[in-house]
Each structure stands twice: as C-alpha cells, then as structure tokens.
C-alpha cells in the first residue's frame, strides 16, 4: 500500500469515527455552522409613527420597509419599560425590569450611578454563548458601568460603543435648550466611545456614530459568517442631542430627527445585505424595534407615536407601543400581525432556535414566538403588564387595556389615580380616547384577576438604580 492510500485510508476511518461519535452525542459535524444566527437591532426612542411601513408621511425608510415587506411586521409590538435602561434590561433577560431591579424613582441609570444589570441575571448572550455561539454588543449599553454589569461581563465576547445616552455627560456650561436644538454643538457632551472597556475617543464623535456602528457590526458578520453568532445592534440614535453624517444631514423633510432616522435605515439596509453576500441572510433572525415611544417633549427632534397617545415616559400607548419587525428569509412568512408580542419574547425565541433549554429556576416573562414567525399561528392570550418605574400602571389583556392610574411621560405631572379602572379596546381606539369601563364590567374583573395573579408572584430584585 503507498502512502498516500495509507494516509488516504487513515483520514477516512477518522472522519467515520468522529461522524459516527457525533452521532452517539446527538449532534453532527455540521450542527454549530447551521444554528440560526441572531441579529437584534434596538433603536433608542424610535416612534411608533417614525417608519414609512408605519405611516410616516416624512421620514424615508426604504430599507426598512422593505425588510417589512419580506418579514412579519407587528402592529401591536412593546418595550417592556417606558424608558431606556429597564425596557434594555428586559430585552437582554426575557424579565419584567422589576425583577432584575432595573427599575426605580430615578428611571434610568446615570453616570453616578452605583448599580447596574446584577451579575446573577442571565442575558440572551450568556446564554448563547454556552451553546458555541460568538457575541458581540456594538451601539449604545446603558445597563452599567461597574464590574459585573457592563458587556464583557455580561456575555458578550466584544464591544464597541457608548456607556450611556449620548446626551449624558455634558459640558457645565452647555447653552439652556441645547441638547433638543436641531443643531447641537459638536462639543457639547464629552461621553466617551469604548471598545471592549478601553476609552478610545472622548468626546466621541457623534455625527460618525452610526457609520462606525455599522462598519463594526458589518465586520463582524463578515468575520464570524462560519460560525453561530448573537448580534445585539443598540443605537445611539435618534436620541437627542440628535447627529447626523454628512452622507444625511439636511436631507430628510423631517429635520435632523429625520436625517438620524435615514441614517439608521441605511444602517439596517447595510446589515441585511451583509447577511445576503456572506451566504447566511437565510439562517439569520433580524429583529428590530425601539427601546421605548418618542421624546415629546423634544418637539421637532423628538419623532412621532403617530396615533397613539402619549410618548416615552408614559404607560399610554405612545410610550410603549413601539415598531416591531421579524426578518428571515424563506423561513418567515411575509405579512402583518396584530398579535401582542414584546421585546421581552426575543429571549425564549432565540434560545428556542438555538437549541438552548430556558434557564431553570428563573422567572421569564417573554414566550416563544416561533410558532408565530414560522407557522403564523396565534399565540396564546397572555396579560401584558405597564411599568412606570417599580409602579404598575396599567394591563392589557386581548383587546383591553386598564389603567389603575396614569402620568405623562414628562413635564411634573403627579399620577391620577383611577377608581374605577380606565378602560379602553385597543383594536377600535388605539388613540384610547373613549373609557367604556362602565359598560364593560367583566372586562376589568378579568383583567383584575390577572393583575392580582400576577403581583402575588412578583418578588422585586434589589433596586438598581441608585
């Protein structure tokens, strides 16, 4: 025998052995390279009114509307916080922010701030992680600055952006009204941009934010194609102070709030194609929404919740009710669905592709919605809970939604209190003008029962944010 067929032979008896080993294990050679790649894309105060797919008459969004044409697109989609840093704890952990602690009088986590994302819970990239996937967090964290609760300890094996919200760290002698003017001062907020930890631009540069995200994040996929990998894409934008590059601003009929719109669109248009060329948009789930409903207060730079009422801040539908759109080709059907669904279920829907058991013994609040995406069947009916803070506001459950007491989203407001509920049917008035609780007194026992099922199993983590 020559040695090349001896050597020929060799490979050939390992190859069956370790074929025939992975067999015996309950996988495949081919099992880590055809897990379903996760691509979560979270724009930060997005309206629900801000995308032509949802009826902006303004802002152009082709890219995203095409990715909405070709995925599944809800009508009914949340945050599962009013503000940034718990609806982001609650994407991460598939949790209500009450139970993690992010969450509190204070809303969101500040420079100064002592606490973070506890280390003990666990997030959708600790999770994949295990189960041989690549990590990566690329745009805007805001879940903490201290050991244990920033990205690297939470996951993810590399990172690349802002600590915090771009209008955070600001010049003492910043001009009154800056940080809402369509045409901020480049130096006005001295927020550092990290990698991986490391200071390495500060002040960043924010009219390049969303170029150098994409770039990062285009660099990635095209590096990581071989393998399984988690993609959590956190923009800066459109957050004020609001920027925009050169390639955009001044381009949109919407202003600054629509150049840094089109931006973003561009953004998730150069993702999706990065997916196409490498080979892998098929075995890719693409998801996009918004941490929480616009800034309206911000006026002309603080987008639209079109027909809902209310904005960011607020438990109204304006403050909560966000864009929502799955995307995977030949896998998800196209369409639009009016199911309840929010950021919350990311979690379970991409353990369940990957593989991957929920954690034991741990209290999630999103579900599964595979069934939805890939064989567009209803899910069932669930209550929805509205934070404001550690305070429940209001619960939809089906078509109906109780307030027991509601606030603005901003302005020193106090809560008014409800007694009877509010009740409103979000299928015939979305603006929630008309309270038929008076008629519909079965409706709110139902949703009370819920309510009252629901608390006696909350256990509030430790509060956060300090």
């Not at 930060?44 to 032509?52: E, F």
């Not at 295990?130 to 990172?159: C, M, N, V």
């Amino acid at each position: 025998m020559s040695p090349a067929h001896h050597l020929t032979s060799a490979t050939s008896r390992l190859t069956l052995f370790l074929l025939s080993f992975c067999v015996l294990c309950g996988s495949s050679l081919a099992a880590d390279s055809t897990k379903p790649n996760i691509v979560v894309i979270f724009a930060d105060d997005l309206g629900y009114g801000d995308l032509g797919c949802y009826g902006s008459p303004t802002i152009r969004t082709p890219h995203l509307d095409q990715m909405a044409a070709e995925g599944l697109r809800f009508t009914d989609f949340y945050s599962a916080a009013e503000v940034c840093t718990p609806s982001r704890a609650a994407l991460l952990t598939g949790r209500l922010p009450i139970r993690s602690g992010m969450c509190g009088a204070r809303r969101v986590l500040f420079p100064n701030s002592k606490g973070g994302l506890p280390p003990a819970e666990i997030t959708i990239a600790e999770a994949l992680k295990e189960k041989g996937y690549a990590t990566a967090h690329i745009g805007k964290w805001h879940l903490g600055i201290h050991p244990g609760s920033r990205p690297l300890d939470q996951g993810f094996e590399q990172s690349f952006g802002l600590p915090y919200s771009n209008d955070m760290d600001a010049r003492a002698d910043l001009p009154k009204g800056a940080t809402g003017s369509p045409n901020p001062p480049l130096d006005g907020w001295n927020v550092a941009l990290l990698r991986n930890g490391e200071v390495i631009e500060q002040p960043a540069n924010q009219t390049t934010l969303t170029r150098r995200y994409t770039e990062e994040a285009v660099k990635f996929i095209t590096e990581k194609k071989n393998v399984p990998f988690f993609l959590y894409m956190p923009h800066t934008f459109p957050h004020v102070p609001m920027f925009a590059s050169q390639d955009f601003k001044g381009k949109s009929r919407a202003g600054i709030y629509g150049d840094a719109v089109e931006e973003l669109d561009w953004s998730v248009g150069q993702v999706l194609e990065a997916l196409r060329r490498e080979g892998i948009a098929e075995n890719t789930l693409v998801f996009i929404s918004s941490d929480n409903g616009p800034w309206l207060i911000m006026g002309d730079q603080g987008g639209s919740a079109g027909l809902l009422k209310d904005g960011k801040g607020s438990t109204w539908e304006g403050g909560m009710r966000v864009p929502g759109i799955a995307w995977m080709p030949s896998r998800i059907k196209p369409g639009v669905t009016s199911q309840l669904a929010s950021a919350m279920d990311v979690f379970p829907t991409a353990l369940a592709l990957a593989g991957a058991s929920l954690p034991k013994d741990v209290v999630f609040d999103g579900v599964d919605l595979a069934p939805l995406l890939f064989e567009s069947k209803p899910l069932p009916e669930r209550p929805f809970f509205y934070y404001r803070g550690n305070q429940l506001f209001a619960c939809r459950l089906g078509e109906w939604k109780a307030h027991f007491q509601t606030q603005t989203g901003y302005g020193g407001s106090k809560p008014e209190q409800h007694e009877p509920e509010l009740l409103f049917h979000l299928g015939r008035d979305p603006s929630e003008k008309r309270n038929v609780a008076a008629t519909h007194p079965e409706v709110l026992t139902r949703i009370q029962e819920a309510v009252k099922a629901h608390q006696s199993k909350v256990i509030p983590g430790p509060p956060q944010l300090q």
